[in-house]
T-cell receptor, first 115, second 113 residues
Framework: AQSVTQPDIHITVSEGASLELRCNYS??????LFWYVQSPGQGLQLLLK????DTLVQGIKGFEAEFKRSQSSFNLRKPSVHWSDAAEYFC????WGGGADGLTFGKGTHLIIQP | NAGVTQTPKFQVLKTGQSMTLQCAQD?????MYWYRQDPGMGLRLIYY???????DKGEVPNGYNVSRLNKREFSLRLESAAPSQTSVYFC????????????FGPGTRLTVL
């Protein structure tokens, strides 16, 4: 079964500063990796995804993520955060085959933006 | 194009009561999912339906049942609600399976007293 670890429960960043959110996964084959964002009281929205090919993936809202197989990581980055980026961020790993091993989410990182 | 819709948005139940959460999507997606979200736990898959006419258990299916009524609709039923089922419930859909992008509804906040 796959698993996802987001080591940081909370991160505080000043507006305009750079951001990196960490994600480590465990999966036996090549994973399908996702980053979702959840604004307060809302559902989840896809930021970006990695299936294969170029290991640096561009997403919406100026986010990017890099897949590093050797480190089993898929960290999310943004060069300059805006106050509107304050939200909960979830990393997820998907697998073929369905069942309870379908799409597994990390526990999330709560991003706080300081003015 | 409304995407994924869920009803109700909020619900309070007493222990032992039953209710059905409704979910519909208008994107012609084959696969649909029910998750629950609890503080500090992320999202956990309750049930999913890979295609119309099929349903399978996810990580936390106990106490729930589902019905894939047609391609658009996927309902979640609590037969005898328990306080442990207090949570926010999200429905999602994807074109084909877990490896496709999932589109989420706005959620149902359920409190069981």
């Amino acid at each position: 079964a796959q698993s996802v670890t987001q080591p940081d429960i909370h991160i505080t960043v000043s507006e305009g500063a750079s951001l990196e959110l960490r994600c480590n996964y465990s999966y036996g084959a090549t994973p399908y990796l996702f980053w979702y964002v959840q604004s307060p009281g809302q559902g989840l929205q896809l930021l970006l995804k990695y299936f294969s090919g170029d290991t640096l993936v561009q997403g919406i809202k100026g986010f990017e993520a890099e897949f590093k197989r050797s480190q089993s990581s898929f960290n999310l980055r943004k060069p300059s955060v805006h106050w509107s980026d304050a939200a909960e961020y979830f990393c997820a790993v998907g697998a073929w085959g369905g069942g309870a091993d379908g799409l597994t989410f990390g526990k999330g990182t709560h991003l706080i933006i300081q003015p | 194009n409304a995407g994924v819709t869920q009803t109700p948005k909020f619900q309070v139940l007493k222990t032992g009561q039953s209710m059905t959460l409704q979910c519909a999507q208008d994107m012609n997606h084959n696969s649909m999912y029910w998750y629950r979200q609890d503080p500090g736990m992320g999202l956990r898959l309750i049930y999913y339906s890979a295609s119309e006419g099929t349903t399978d258990k996810g990580e936390v299916p106990n106490g729930y049942n589902v019905s894939r009524l047609n391609k658009r609709e996927f309902s979640l039923r609590l037969e005898s609600a328990a306080p442990s089922q207090t949570s926010v419930y999200f429905c999602a859909s994807s074109e084909e399976g877990h490896t496709d992008t999932q589109y989420f509804g706005p959620g149902t906040r359920l409190t069981v007293l």
